[in-house]
């Protein structure tokens, strides 16, 4: 496991950290090296899991029903009171895991949250994830993990509905495509 860029993480307040989504083990590799308090985003299917569904509900974690706009929405409002709370959150703004390692489009959720909880956007680069446990298989491979830690970005709160999110999150997409193919192009 190697983590870089710590200096970039907030120590004086709540921020919302969005990662490339290469695996389940995403979720172990940050819950283990990320040195402050999370909370997860995550899709309502997983907390029906027994004992893992019942371990996330108990830690405060955050269900998500994509396919109901009103139980997403009540998702999206909870998710701003943990980050007002002083509780990072992690999201995953590619909305599923990735088949292949490439970084699919984010979805727009991430700035809205950004604006109305009025924090950061942190983005995190995870590279090596996808290869411990691939996507529909419980094959655990072990193998080196990277987290790179980009620099915050700040959003307008004075606005929520307009192209400069859409930029915004673009531009932390491409940090993290750009970190991620720079990173992997040298082990190559």
């Known amino acids: 496991m190697e983590i870089t860029g710590l200096e970039n993480i907030l120590k004086d307040r709540a921020q919302i950290f969005v990662a490339n989504h290469q695996g389940f083990f995403d979720i172990f590799a940050l819950s283990g090296y990320l040195p402050v308090q999370i909370r997860w985003v995550a899709k309502a299917s997983l907390f029906s899991i027994p004992f893992v ?3 996330m509900k108990a830690a405060g974690y955050i ?7 009103k139980k997403a929405y009540q998702s999206f409002v909870a998710t701003v009171e943990k ?20 970084i699919g489009p984010f979805k727009k959720g ?5 604006v109305r909880a009025k924090a950061p956007m942190v983005p995190l680069t995870l590279i090596g ?29 004075s606005t929520s ?25 040298k082990k190559r």
């Not at 007002?84 to 590619?94: A, C, D, L, N, R």
């Not at 991430?110 to 950004?114: R, V």
């Open 161 to 185: 509905r307009d192209k400069n999110g859409e930029r915004i999150l673009e531009g932390i997409r491409q940090t993290i495509c750009n970190t991620y193919d720079e990173n992997t192009r």
């Open 110 to 114: 991430g700035h809205l949250l950004a």
């Open 63 to 69: 269900s998500v029903d994509r396919s109901n706009k």
């Open 53 to 55: 569904g019942w371990s």
């Open 129 to 157: 994830t996808g290869n411990i446990i691939k996507k529909k298989s419980l094959i655990i491979k072990p193998g080196p993990v990277r987290i790179i830690i980009s620099p915050p970005v700040f959003t307008d709160t």
């Open 83 to 102: 980050i007002k709370q002083g509780y990072s959150v992690v999201i995953f703004p590619e909305g599923t895991r990735s088949q292949d390692g490439t």
